[in-house]
């Protein structure tokens, strides 16, 4: 049977494996994220706007996981802060969990931390163009189109400017989406 401090322990051990787990989830998933932005950055300037649509699609799909792996880090994090004995569970941090697990689960929390937020810096900074072009007009971004998108761009708004004058016209019409 074992005592209190012995429970405790096994329940870090325990909770430490879980957490390890979804952080290696994270790590991969930021990195597979990274690279789908890479793919959809290089789609957008090809103006291939299926290529756009599905690397957006699997773009939405990875944030999702990402935030049910956040979900679940959370709880797990919030649990383990509470066996250790933190005051306020959710804010616990790897260098309170380390004096309670072995040098080498330190060690891998450590390198997984460490590699998540460098992780973070790559992917704001590759977010950092289309937030800044984001809030200019389009006449201001159209510069930084490919003649390709100038041309989806220009075909799309005679399409709009006929449509307009059907309307105005009074004729009746049918737009499929």
């Known amino acids: 049977m074992l005592n209190d401090d012995q429970r405790q322990k096994v329940e870090i051990r325990q909770l430490a494996s879980?957490?390890?787990g979804i952080m290696d989830r994270l790590h991969q998933l930021h990195e597979e994220?990274?690279?789908v932005m890479v793919d959809l950055?290089?789609?957008?300037?090809?103006a291939d706007?299926?290529?756009?649509?599905?690397h957006g699609n699997r773009e939405y799909r990875l944030l999702a996981r990402i935030v049910d792996e956040e979900?679940?880090?959370?709880?797990?994090?919030e649990e383990l802060g509470d066996v250790i004995g933190i005051e306020v569970p959710s804010e616990w941090s790897v260098e309170d969990l380390v004096p309670h697990i072995d040098e080498e689960t330190?060690?891998?929390?450590?390198?997984?931390?460490d590699s998540i937020i460098q992780q973070s810096y790559e992917l704001r900074a590759q977010?950092?163009?289309?937030e800044l072009l984001h809030g200019q007009i389009f006449e201001q971004v159209e510069v930084y189109l490919s003649p390709g998108t100038r041309s989806w761009v220009e075909q799309s708004q005679a399409t709009v400017q006929e449509c307009d004058d059907s309307v105005d016209q009074g004729e009746?019409?049918?737009?499929?989406?």
């Open 41 to 46: 950055d290089e789609a957008r300037m090809q």
């Open 18 to 20: 879980e957490l390890t």
């Open 33 to 35: 994220l990274g690279q």
């Open 71 to 77: 979900r679940q880090r959370l709880i797990i994090g």
């Open 106 to 113: 330190a060690e891998r929390f450590r390198y997984l931390r």
């Open 172 to 177: 009746s019409f049918e737009i499929d989406f």
């Open 127 to 130: 977010n950092r163009l289309p």
């Open 49 to 54: 706007y299926d290529a756009v649509a599905k």
